[in-house]
Every structure is written in C-alpha cells, then in structure tokens.
C-alpha cells in the first residue's frame, strides 16, 4: 500500500478522533458541575463559567485556523492544537480553584479551536471531490455522538471514579492523535501575502458578542441586555462587512457567498439545527423533570441516537448518489421535523422508554443530514477558497449549534411561564415540553425550505464514482 492510501486510510480517523474529543468535551461537563463544585468549594451556578470559556475561546480563535495552517502547515498546526488541547487537559484535571479550572479550559479551546477546522482542510485537500463523501461522512460521526455521549459518560466517571476523569480521558486519546498527526497527516501550505488581523479582530469580536448573547438567552438572562448585545454583534458583522469589501485579502473574502451551495449549505446549516441541536438537551431534561427519572436513565434513553447514527453513515453514499442532494436535503429536512413533533405526542403516563425508537430513528436521519450539509458547503469552493470557506464554516456550526440550544431552552421557559412560571418538575411541567417539541419540529420542517435554492445537479462532483 502507497503512503498516499496509507493517509486516506488514516487521516478520516485522524480527524474524527479531533472531532469527538471536542464534541465530548463541549457536553461532558453537563453532568459534572455539581461534583466539580463541590471538590473546589464553589457554587455550582458558578461553574458555567469552566463551560462558557471552553466555547468562546472556540468562537474567537476559528476564523484564524485557516490563516496558520496556510502559513505553517496544516501538519504543524494540527499536532500543535493536539498538543495544546491535551496539556489544557492536564491542568484541567489537577485545577484546584475555579479561576484555575477556567484558564485551563480556555487552553483546551485554544487546541480545540484549531485541530477540528483544520483537521478538515487536510481531508478536503487530500481527497477528490468524488471521494470527499465517504471520508466526510466517517469524521462527522463524532458529532453525532459527542453531545449525546457526553453526558452520559461524564455521570458514569464522576459517579463511579471522580470528576478528574473526563479530563484525563482525553490524554492517550490526545498522544495517539499526535503520533498519528506527525506519521500521517499531511502538510499543506498556501502562501499568503499577510494576515488580516483587523478583520480577525473584527470577526472575532462578533463571533464573541454573538457567543456570549446565546449563552445569556440560555441562562435566561434579562431580555434586554441580550438583545443589546446581540444588536451589537451584528453591528460588528456589519463592520466585516464593509471592512472586507475594501481589503485585498480579507479573513473570510466576500466572494465565498457569490458560490450558490456554499451560500446554502451555510444557511441551512443555520437554520436547520435550531430545532434539531437542542433535542439531545431537551429529551434529558423532560425524562428527568418530567418524567422524574435519574440521569443515567435519561443518558441511556437518548444513547440509541448515537448507534443508528453509525449505522446511517453506511446509508449516506448511496442516498446521495440516488437522490442527489437538493432532493435528500429537502425531503430529510422534512423527515426530521416530523420526528421532533412527534417527541410531543406521548403523554405523562407513557413510559419514558417509548422515546427510544423516535431518538433512534432521529439519529439515523441526523447522519444523512450533517453528511450532506457539509460536503455541499464545500462542494464548489475553488483551491484559494477552501482554508478560508473551511474555516467560516466551523465559526457556523459553531454558532448554530449555541444558537439552536439556546433558543430551545428559551423556548422551553416561555412554555413554562404558561404552566404557571414556578413549576420546574412533575406532571405539570410535561406540557412545555410537548409545545417546545411541537416549535421545534414546525421550524425544522420550515427551514427545509432552504434547500430548494440548490439545483438537482449541485453535488455531483462529489457523488462516489
């Protein structure tokens, strides 16, 4: 076997490997505040601020990963976040103060920020268009299965070892990336003639303000304060906007939203993942308030989501080499709204098993739906564009996926405000769940409508030959 399939055989598992360690780390903290709080003698409300660290370094530093992979090399660079990421998890695990806890999360960040964007530019640039499917579609998996793994994982090890666990876990997950880096992962460069820092500065500031707005909606801050900080953000995507229209080489050139199914997959992605990324937050939430089950049962009810999404990567291919992906996109769009409504159709009395064949069903379409939502995004992006186009769209899933939380835990307390405001478990609270789903679905189905801007003939260049 040639050292080029050496690398097309490694480097999917490669990126994966980056894939999951971030997507574990951005949930697994969930279900371990209060015994982390508890070790270093804190408030548990005051531990969201060791999760909040961790995702606006992410925010802030991705517009920057495609820059330095171009200008040092995406091998440098990956085994550089790796590295960073498992150092920021070491001191993680021996913290000994909140403050200290925080720091070592926005090292882990910094790594996180970098590995996963740029673990996927190598993979875009080594494989062909027609082979680019099934490579993406094995990576993506882990972000499938990170957010609903980990919870779960984080009660096991907390319940039956100690919280230091979650983070010490990822060291000989983070030394086998690193050996596999420097041994596979290929180096490519661009040159470029500089970096622009003022628009890095300007973007990242949004990408900060925007975090930090979804992170005040989810915590059901005032309304009033968020959306000024909202209005702000977009005021500074607005100022990127101007800025970028003016410089010879901006971060993220305008350029990228004249290509048609990057503008779409960039979109939908938005959209989409407002109903679909606050399910794995919300069905854990109702078996536990409502249902008045413990965590670990609620963490298995929703696990089968993460299986059939292994099992719908082996379908993806063949979907889209049939159907195409307007139609796939369109019609799974659909399919997934469905599933969401129909979350809201068992009653208080039904057993809280009876959400197993809908979350698994959910997880299967949920694969057909990220494979595709991401290989169209770089479909027809040209060799210039594609470290900046990678990167954008990792700021974007990023976003999406705080956005989609937020806005279904917002939702959640207007429901409960009309169930009486007080209520936060049992029979009664059952009701704002079901409204919640019922939102969420009707938006998911809605935002399908995105996809009737692609052609039937976008993506056949990346169809397996």
């Known amino acids: 076997m040639s050292e080029t399939d050496n690398t097309k055989k490694i480097l999917p598992l490669i990126l994966a490997t980056s894939i999951f360690m971030q997507m574990l780390d951005s949930t697994i903290l969930n279900t371990s505040l209060p015994a982390i709080a508890r070790d270093l003698g804190e408030s ?3 531990m969201q601020n060791a999760i909040i660290s961790y995702v606006l370094t992410l925010a802030v530093f991705m517009p920057a990963s495609g820059f330095l ?3 040092f090399g995406t091998r440098k660079i990956f085994v550089a976040a790796l590295l960073l990421f498992t150092i920021g998890s070491v001191l993680c695990a021996v913290s000994q103060t909140l403050s200290h806890l925080v720091i070592a999360r926005v090292v882990q960040g910094l790594g996180g920020s970098l590995m996963t964007p740029v673990g996927r530019l190598a993979l875009i640039k080594t494989f062909d268009k027609n082979e680019l499917v099934r490579a993406m579609n094995f990576a993506i998996i882990p972000a499938l299965i990170g957010p609903v793994m980990g919870p779960l994982v984080g009660g096991y090890l907390v319940d039956y070892f100690s919280w230091h666990w979650i983070f010490l876990i990822n060291i000989p997950i983070g030394l086998i990336g690193i050996f596999l880096g420097i041994r596979y992962m290929p180096d490519y460069k661009s040159e470029k003639p500089d970096f622009d820092l003022k628009g890095f500065m300007i973007f990242a500031g949004a990408s900060l303000t925007l975090s930090l707005a979804l992170e005040g909606l989810g915590n059901a801050m005032q309304t009033t304060p968020v959306l000024l900080v909202f209005i702000f953000g977009f005021l500074l995507l607005y100022y990127y906007y101007r800025h970028a229209k003016k410089d010879e080489n901006p971060i993220f050139p305008l350029n990228l939203f004249q290509i048609r199914t990057f503008r779409v997959g960039i979109l939908g992605n938005l959209a989409t993942r407002l109903g679909i990324s606050a399910v794995p937050l919300l069905v854990p939430l109702m078996i536990q308030l409502a249902y008045g089950q ?3 049962t609620s963490g298995w009810i929703v696990a089968p989501m993460a299986l059939t999404a292994m099992v719908g990567k082996s ?3 063949k979907i889209l080499n049939r159907f195409g992906y307007r139609n796939t996109l369109l019609v799974n769009t659909m399919i997934i709204g469905v599933i969401i409504l129909s979350l809201s159709l068992p009653g208080i009395h039904n057993s809280p098993y009876v959400f197993i ?3 698994a069903t959910l997880g299967f379409f949920n694969s057909v739906q990220f494979t595709s939502m991401n290989t169209i995004s770089i479909a027809d992006l040209r060799q210039h564009l594609t470290s900046s186009g990678n ?7 990023q976003l999406a996926l705080g956005f989609g939380t937020a806005f279904g835990l917002l939702v959640l307390k207007v429901f409960e405000g ?5 209520v936060v478990s049992g029979a009664a609270v059952h009701p704002a769940f079901q409204h919640t789903f019922m939102v969420m679905g009707a938006l998911t189905i809605l935002s399908g409508l995105v996809f009737r801007r692609l052609h039937p003939s ?3 260049n990346m169809r397996a030959a």
């Open 458 to 460: 976008d993506g056949v």
């Open 357 to 359: 064949p809908l979350l």
């Open 418 to 422: 009309n169930v009486g405001g007080t």
């Open 69 to 71: 992979a171009d200008k």
């Open 391 to 397: 990167s954008l769209i990792s700021v974007n899933q």
């Open 44 to 46: 548990p409300l005051n």
């Open 315 to 317: 379908f993806v291919v």
């Open 294 to 296: 413990s965590a670990v």
